[in-house]
C-alpha cells in the first residue's frame, strides 16, 4: 500500500507570495492533519480534517488555511507568506479521528521563504 | 488534553537498553498513550501505543503502570540507527476534534 505523499517536495518563495502544499492520504484513510515543524518551535498542529470537515485547528493566523476534497487528498494554503513561515510542513494521515487511531507521516514540503 | 512531560535528551551506548519515561499526570480515562520516533527531515513514525501494563511489538515495549500517570518505552539493544526524537503523546479515543500534540521530545544519542 502507497504511503502518505506530499508535493512539492521543497519550495522557494519570496516574502508576500502565497503558496499550496498538497497531501495524498493512504488509500481508505478519511483523516488527514497538518504540522508545521521549526527547530524553535518543534512539531506544531495546525488543523484536522476528517470527511471534507475541519475538526480542529491549531493556534496559528488565519493565513494558513486548509481544505480536503472527497476522496480524501488535502491541500493547506499559506498567504503573505512571512520569513517565519520558513518551515518543514508534514501531513499525516489515519483512519479516524481520536487518539486510538496511528498517524501515517508524510515526507513532508520543505518550504524557504525569502 | 493530558500535559505529557519527557527528559529533553538522553545518551546511550551501543547494544545498551534505553528506558524513556513520559509523565501524563492529568491523563484521562479514555486517553490512549502512544510514542512516535522522528529521524531528521523526516515525518515521525510510530512505534507502540498503549492504554495500561505491558505492550511488546518487534521494535519496543511500552510498560504503563496501574494508575497510567507515567509510561516507560523501552528500546532493547539500541544501535546507531536509533538516534532520534522520541516523543510521547496522550490523546483521546474516539473524539473528534481532538488535536494530538507533540511536545518537545526527547532526542536520544547513540555512540559506538
Known amino acids: 500500500k502507497a504511503g502518505v505523499t506530499q508535493t512539492p517536495r521543497y519550495l522557494i518563495k519570496t516574502r508576500g507570495q502565497q503558496v499550496t502544499l498538497s497531501c495524498s492520504p493512504i488509500?481508505?484513510?478519511?483523516?488527514v492533519s497538518w504540522y508545521q515543524q521549526t527547530p524553535g518551535q518543534g512539531l506544531q498542529f495546525l488543523f484536522e480534517?476528517?470527511?471534507?470537515?475541519?475538526?480542529n485547528k491549531g493556534n496559528f493566523p488565519g493565513r494558513f488555511s486548509g481544505r480536503q476534497f472527497s476522496n480524501s487528498r488535502s491541500e493547506m494554503n499559506v498567504s503573505t507568506l512571512e520569513l517565519g513561515d520558513s518551515a518543514l510542513y508534514l501531513c499525516?494521515?489515519?483512519?479516524?479521528?481520536?487518539?486510538?487511531?496511528?498517524?501515517?507521516f508524510g515526507p513532508g514540503t520543505r518550504l524557504t521563504v525569502l | 488534553l493530558a500535559k505529557t512531560t519527557q527528559p529533553i535528551s538522553m545518551d546511550s551506548y551501543e547494544g545498551q537498553e534505553v528506558n524513556i519515561t513520559c509523565s501524563h499526570n492529568?491523563?484521562?480515562?479514555?486517553?490512549?498513550i502512544t510514542w512516535y520516533q522522528q529521524f531528521p527531515s523526516q515525518g515521525p513514525r510510530f512505534i507502540i501505543q498503549?492504554?495500561?501494563t505491558k505492550v511488546t511489538n518487534e521494535v519496543a515495549s511500552l510498560f504503563i503502570p496501574a494508575d497510567r500517570k507515567s509510561s516507560t518505552l523501552s528500546l532493547p539493544r539500541v544501535s546507531l540507527s536509533d538516534t532520534a526524537v522520541y516523543y510521547c503523546?496522550?490523546?483521546?479515543?474516539?473524539?473528534?476534534?481532538?488535536?494530538?500534540?507533540f511536545g518537545k521530545g526527547t532526542t536520544l544519542s547513540v555512540s559506538s
Open positions: 488509500s481508505g484513510h478519511r483523516s
Open positions: 499525516a494521515s489515519s483512519l479516524g479521528t481520536g487518539g486510538q487511531f496511528e498517524q501515517f
Open positions: 503523546l496522550v490523546g483521546p479515543a474516539n473524539q473528534a476534534g481532538t488535536a494530538l500534540i
Open positions: 492529568n491523563i484521562a480515562t479514555n486517553d490512549y
Open positions: 498503549g492504554y495500561k
Open positions: 480534517y476528517f470527511s471534507e470537515t475541519q475538526r
